[in-house]
């Protein structure tokens, strides 16, 4: 195997892995932690044929990089999950692993020289590969029910002023209306509209149940991180609209555009 990057450090085969399905062509870059003790046990977890899971980086505390699958094959990171309303997440992305120990285990803040690491080798994959900035996920994006993987604590706006990945500024919280756990309507409905637009897998029947509860935790993680608490406030819902009417095929200037041909 030969590096696919110029930022890896270090080559550590995987047999965790199989071809492509479908259009073979990876458009997403999902970014993961990896939830464990030590990055060498996770290094050698990713590699075990019995884990069945892999990825195609992994990126240690030191920004050390190491790859473990060619990115033209399916590495197994994502689970199930889907986006955009398409599953099958792995034959549609390259996966990198940061080792971090997670939710679960005190979730220390990511060093900045593994911060580093990561945008270096983002920044070349998304070049490389022309994946679009909306197409750039964490692992709760595409499975909120699974998954709070690579966390709140996760730099994402600092990937964007690198030119990777998706963000707007939130919004500031504040108070006024919003939607939580057992309410109901059609401003809800319009609500998991919005999440499913950006991509999030969410009913669309009006009832904010605990799948449109988790989708908001997740969208909160990545987009809206000073306060995770799956609650629907104005300045989440602003947010999301923002970042929708930015989005190059925003369905608001599908709107826009038609309402001005109506005149």
């Known amino acids: 195997m030969k590096p696919d990057s110029p930022f890896v450090s270090d080559l550590r085969p995987s047999p965790n892995h199989n071809a492509r399905r479908g259009e073979g062509i990876p458009n997403i870059l999902l970014l993961h932690y990896t939830g464990m003790g030590t990055g060498a046990g996770a290094l050698s977890w990713l590699c ?13 505390e030191d920004g050390r990089i190491v790859q473990l699958v060619p990115e033209d094959r399916r590495a197994w990171h994502a689970g ?12 549609r992305s390259i996966g990198i692993e940061i080792v971090n120990l997670g939710h679960g285990n005190g979730y220390p803040d990511f060093p900045d020289e593994q911060i580093a690491a990561v945008i270096a080798l983002a920044g070349d994959i998304v ?13 709760s994006d595409i499975a909120p029910a699974r998954k709070s ?9 600092a990937l964007h002023r690198a030119g990777i990945g998706h963000y707007v500024t939130p919004s500031p919280r504040r108070g006024g209306r919003y939607f939580g756990l057992g309410d109901a309507g059609q401003p809800v409905e319009a609500y998991q509209a919005l999440l499913a637009a950006y991509g999030y897998e969410v009913p669309q029947d009006g009832g904010f149940d605990e799948a449109t509860r988790l989708a908001t935790i997740a969208f909160q993680r990545h987009f809206r991180p000073a306060c995770v608490d799956g609650i629907a406030d104005a300045s989440t819902i602003e947010t999301l609209h923002r970042l929708l009417r930015t989005l190059p095929r925003s369905p608001f200037r599908r709107e826009e555009a038609a309402a001005g041909a109506a005149v």
């Open 48 to 60: 075990d044929p019995a884990s069945e899971v892999s990825c195609h980086y992994l990126v240690h």
């Open 80 to 91: 199930q999950g889907s986006w955009r309303g398409r599953g099958d997440v792995n034959s």
């Open 127 to 139: 070049k490389r590969r022309s994946i679009p900035a909306e197409f750039v996920l964490a692992h």
């Open 149 to 157: 993987d690579p966390g709140e604590k996760f730099p994402w706006d």
